[in-house]
């Protein structure tokens, strides 16, 4: 549809409290060609008309019974859903002042009356070639946006899917199952509710406690698979996983990645300054280490593993009340054994299987 064809398929409105003036215009409009036309007498209407129909062109009188075009224009002004109001007053005062005032209030031009038929089209058809311009350009801006989130969407997704693959890494050089980091990363996310924080920072944790043990992808089997007690030096390499996973999520900027570069640092690191691998104290952990590690270690303590049995509920909690103050932050471990049913849920619903398929960004995007 060229540009001609679509002036006069516009959506006009007649607003005049004469309707000898109305008949006359639309008279003029169809003669045009114009197809598209409404027309009211009464002013009080006008605001409620364009709010349902967002008239392409509003020819306007300014003086009316119950409301002025001035008082009209000022309602639209309120109301537009856009910065641009179509509206071409019609006016039987030629003084420059109500001109001044008219394109003041909002209006587009301005035809006097009684007005000439060549001139009121001419007006009529400019305004409406601006205006559909404008909302052309609205119109791509909108298809650019999508196009914006749809690309954001998507590196999104791709994101999410390399994320998705670091924390399955660190699973699978692992004896724990896929539904540790499960269960841990949803105890963490309840229990960051539990203690104040907002939806987003607890989805955040969700995503991100997974690659909490991602480094263990650079231990060695003989250390990391070791069925026994593991000798002092072999601890000590065990350790370096920490600063191999925090290694391994520094290259990327972008929040959550942080965050789980955090968890991975920060998880081993006790209350009292006796954990690693910097020996921070207190609230110097960040709160999100401080979450992942009470989670991590009473998950881990209630499943069986090759090289132990499970501890039951009543004694991984009894561990965390003991260690409050000097394991684990005093404030988080009240609130952990607070919502210990939670966490009972969250192990039941998760519980091991073997050969269980899951994934804890599905699990997110479910809840």
């Not at 350009?137 to 998507?154: D, F, L, P, S």
């Not at 921070?280 to 090289?307: H, K, M, N, W």
Request: proline share 3%.
């Amino acid at each position: 549809m060229n540009l001609d064809e679509q002036i006069l398929k516009a959506s006009v409105l007649i607003v005049d409290d004469k309707p000898a003036n109305v008949a006359l215009l639309e008279a003029i409009l169809k003669s045009e060609g114009y197809t598209n036309i409404q027309s009211v007498t009464d002013s009080r209407l006008v605001k409620e008309l364009h709010e349902k129909w967002q008239f392409d062109i509003i020819l306007l009188d300014i003086r009316m019974p119950h409301m002025s075009g001035f008082e009209v224009m000022e309602q639209l002004q309120k109301s537009n859903q856009d910065d641009y109001l179509p509206v071409l007053v019609l006016t039987a005062q030629s003084d420059a002042e109500i001109k001044i005032q008219a394109l003041q209030s909002g209006a587009r031009d301005f035809v006097t009356k009684p007005f000439e038929r060549i001139e009121v089209t001419h007006r009529i058809k400019n305004m409406l070639e601006v205006r559909l311009m404008y909302n052309r350009r609205g119109w791509e801006k909108k298809i650019v946006e999508a196009q914006v989130r749809e690309r954001t969407q998507q590196l999104a997704n791709s994101q999410l899917e390399f994320i998705r693959q670091l924390g399955r890494a660190g699973e699978y050089r692992d004896n724990e199952t896929g539904m540790h980091v499960v269960r841990m990363s949803k105890g963490c996310q309840s229990l960051a509710l539990a203690i104040g924080h907002n939806e987003e920072f607890a989805d955040l944790l969700l995503l991100a406690s997974p690659m909490h043990d991602v480094g263990k992808i650079g231990i060695p089997d003989r250390v990391l698979l070791k069925p026994g007690k593991l000798e002092a030096d072999e601890w000590e390499i065990m350790k370096t996983h920490v600063e191999i996973g925090g290694e391994i999520l520094s290259s990327d900027s972008a929040e959550i990645m942080q965050l789980a570069r955090s968890i991975a640092l920060t998880h081993h690191e006790k209350w009292n300054g006796s954990g690693y691998p910097n020996g921070l104290v207190g609230e110097d952990i960040p709160i999100q280490g401080r979450l992942a590690a009470i989670c991590d270690v009473f998950d881990a303590l209630t499943s069986e593993r090759p090289y132990k049995k499970a501890w039951t509920v009543e004694d991984a909690a009894a561990l965390i009340r003991e260690e409050s103050g000097s394991h684990f932050d005093p404030e988080l471990a009240t609130k952990f054994l607070e919502i210990l049913p939670k966490i009972i849920e969250i192990r039941v619903a998760h519980a091991d299987e073997e050969d269980k398929e899951y994934d804890i960004y599905d699990l997110a995007a479910a809840n």
